[in-house]
């Protein structure tokens, strides 16, 4: 079992940043594969942002490419994405993802049905 919570979101006006956290506690040392993925309302899920634990090998959606990043604090076991130059675009309720390594069916790294843990999600809004 993972658990996995977020926090850091919160409101912020366009061109400005917020750093999100997602603390694992659990089976962290299975985790394989983790990502931060966001839903807006009426819209489907999109990770936006992956990363292979073991070989700190990212990828991000064209949309954020250039002002997010994902990284993990092994020894917090804690994952970040830290956002800048926000857009109201990106308002949406952002959640933390991790595949373990038993994990289910690969669909990919950018699609959320790869990832069997997630958090909870933290609501971020950029208004303009």
């Known amino acids: 079992q993972l658990q996995l919570v977020e926090s850091g979101g919160g409101s912020v006006q366009a061109g400005g940043s917020l750093r999100l956290s997602c603390s694992a506690s659990g089976e962290t040392n299975t985790m394989q594969w983790m990502g931060w993925a966001r839903q807006a309302p009426g819209k489907e899920r999109e990770v936006v942002a992956s990363m292979y634990i073991h070989g700190v090998n990212t990828d991000y959606a064209d949309s954020v490419k250039g002002r997010f990043t994902i990284s993990l604090d092994n020894l917090k076991s804690t994952i970040y994405l830290q956002m800048n130059d926000l857009r109201p675009e990106d308002t949406a309720m952002y959640y933390c993802?991790?595949?373990?390594?038993?994990?289910?069916?690969?669909?990919?790294?950018?699609?959320?049905?790869?990832?069997?843990?997630w958090g909870q999600g933290t609501q971020v809004t950029v208004s303009s």
């Open positions: 993802a991790v595949r373990l390594h038993r994990g289910e069916r690969w669909f990919g790294r950018d699609d959320p049905r790869s990832y069997g843990n």
